[in-house]
């Protein structure tokens, strides 16, 4: 599971598209001219990052959210967020002391963030950025789009490039991830004699709040979520690995199962995952019996 991190880089141009008259004007070489004049005097940065990811969107978006906004993409920087990108989340780069924030998230389409505190990075303001994948074939596309102001505007030439560095290097990092296995590292089917609303039930307070009688302190609860199915319930484990159930469904009587994520995977807690995802199915074996599978993949 150990991810080589890829240290191909690659640059994209920045396009400009000011209104400086008419159209046979604005596509002649001389408004080509006029409009770059005009933007590098405004000092806008604007920097697009287009790439063919080897994963569907739905994958890919949730191992952008935690390898890319939690761990850094493979930068060389640390990260404080404590969670994958959630809607009003946050995290620093450090040691540049940037901060960053969630603004709005389409699942499994669209993040779009901006810098809060521009850090040791002075003289920029007025950053928004989004991140988007399409679908494209058995893949997907990733169109990363970051938009900025630079003073003094001479400069901008410099944040183009630099911006396209750090964010082709990241795109890189996050495309070699992605090309990793989904490996499963565990599977256990267990014949459980108790209905499946009783076994989840049982299996959420003794194993998940209670940590399934393993020779270890017991896991801290840190968030409790929905008390009856658990949903959103986070504990801290020993070593420092922080778990969250992310989905509770049920199926009435046929049973119920639960997922649930790592939210810290990484070098820094000994298990250097981009995601971890854990699902356990509680299906009506008959005859009151309940047929437990548990599964653990990760990328």
Same mark, same amino acid.
């Given at each position: 599971n150990k991810v080589i991190l890829s240290s191909c880089v690659a640059a994209a141009s920045a396009a400009f598209a000011l209104q400086v008259g008419n159209h046979g004007l604005r596509n002649s070489s001389r408004g080509r001219r006029l409009c770059g004049a005009r933007a590098v005097a405004d000092g806008q940065v604007r920097v697009t990052v287009r790439r063919q990811l080897p994963a569907p969107p739905q994958i890919a978006y949730d191992v952008w959210r935690q390898f890319v906004w939690r761990q850094g993409g493979g930068l060389p920087l640390l990260c404080d967020a404590g969670k994958p990108a959630d809607l009003g989340e946050s995290r620093t780069l450090f040691p540049v002391a940037m901060r960053e924030e969630i603004l709005s998230l389409e699942p499994h389409r669209k993040v779009t963030y901006r810098v809060t505190d521009?850090?040791?990075?002075?003289?920029?303001? @007025?950053?928004?950025?989004?991140?988007?994948?399409?679908?494209?074939?058995?893949?997907?596309?990733?169109?990363?789009?970051?938009?900025?102001?630079?003073? #003094? #505007?001479?400069?901008?030439?410099?944040w183009e490039v630099f911006t396209s560095l750090n964010v082709g290097t990241a795109v890189s990092n996050f495309g070699a991830v992605l090309q990793q296995p989904d490996a499963t590292i565990c599977y256990v089917r267990q014949r459980v004699n108790a209905t499946p609303g009783e076994t989840q039930a049982a299996w959420l307070d003794f194993t998940w709040r209670s940590g399934g009688g393993l020779p270890l302190p017991k896991p801290d609860i840190i968030r409790n979520g929905n008390m009856d199915s658990g949903q959103g319930c986070e504990r801290l484990m020993p070593g420092g690995l922080v778990e969250r159930i992310t989905h509770v469904?049920? @199926?009435?009587?046929?049973?119920?199962?639960?997922?649930?994520?790592? @939210?810290?995977?990484?070098?820094f807690t000994f298990y250097p995952v981009a995601l971890h995802r854990g699902c356990v199915e509680f299906r009506d074996g008959s005859q009151g019996c309940t047929e437990l599978t548990w599964s653990v993949h990760a990328v």
């Open positions: 521009f850090g040791l990075f002075f003289g920029l303001t @007025d950053h928004i950025a989004t991140v988007t994948f399409e679908a494209e074939g058995t893949g997907s596309i990733i169109i990363w789009d970051v938009s900025f102001v630079a003073e #003094p #505007p001479l400069l901008v030439k410099f469904s049920k @199926d009435g009587p046929q049973g119920c199962k639960v997922e649930y994520t790592v @939210d810290n995977p990484g070098l």
